[in-house]
T-cell receptor, first 111, second 114 residues
């Protein structure tokens, strides 16, 4: 069963715009990760945020985590056509627990 | 550093036939995962190995699915017999240890059961 739900399911923007994707989850977590999947490829890890962190940055990526609302957001700034992919959040409940993925947001960046 | 290698990349079989997938994880990664990803959904864990031991196989349909990881390196996932509903992408991933670690995914095997 899927732990997380991404919102929106699909997002289409123009190159240069910012893209924001949201993830909500149901149970308490230890960590939350975001992965990207290009069509027909495996997933690539983007960023990990721990439950005691509220915000994290990596290049053009900004992730926030609100454990009181059980939600996270991924912001991609100054988007590029190469950012076109599906983005998944994944949560775990601590060492030894499985990683549970949401259903993903399909991002299309138009040149 | 070579990534996770999976083969075959694509497989088309008729229902009731057997099928096997192979995965070679990143060198030095002790933990290996098999996931199934249905169209339009996120991956779902089938089984997790720590070295050669299966430590989480609660989501593996054991009546028809089996997996092994001999010598704690390569792994194979087998389905016998395959059903129409098994059509999906089967992803293998590895990590250095189990925990809040980055998992590295292979490209997957796309299975179509006719």
């Amino acid at each position: 069963s899927q732990q997380g739900e991404e919102d929106p399911q699909a997002l289409s923007i123009q190159e240069g715009e910012n893209a924001t994707m949201n993830c909500s989850y149901k149970t308490s977590i230890n960590n939350l990760q975001w992965y990207r999947q290009n069509s027909g490829r495996g997933l690539v890890h983007l960023i990990l945020i721990r439950s005691n962190e509220r915000e994290k940055h990596s290049g053009r990526l900004r992730v926030t985590l609100d454990t009181s609302k059980k939600s996270s957001s991924l912001l991609i700034t100054a988007s590029r056509a190469a950012d076109t992919a599906s983005y998944f959040c994944a949560t775990d409940m601590g060492s030894g627990s499985r990683l549970t993925f949401g259903e993903g947001t399909q991002l299309t960046v138009n040149p | 550093e070579a990534g996770v290698v999976q083969s075959p990349r694509y497989k088309i079989i008729e229902k009731k036939q057997p099928v096997a997938f192979w995965c070679n994880p990143i060198s030095g990664h002790n933990t290996l995962y098999w996931y199934r990803q249905n169209l339009g959904q996120g991956p779902e864990l089938l089984i997790r190995y720590e070295n050669e031991e299966a430590v989480d196989d609660s989501q593996l349909p054991k009546d028809r699915f089996s997996a092994e990881r001999l010598k704690g390196v390569d792994s194979t996932l087998k389905i016998q017999p395959a059903e129409l509903g098994d059509s999906a992408v089967y992803l293998c991933a590895s990590s250095r240890i189990t925990g809040p670690e980055t998992q590295y995914f292979g490209p997957g095997t796309r299975l179509l059961v006719l």
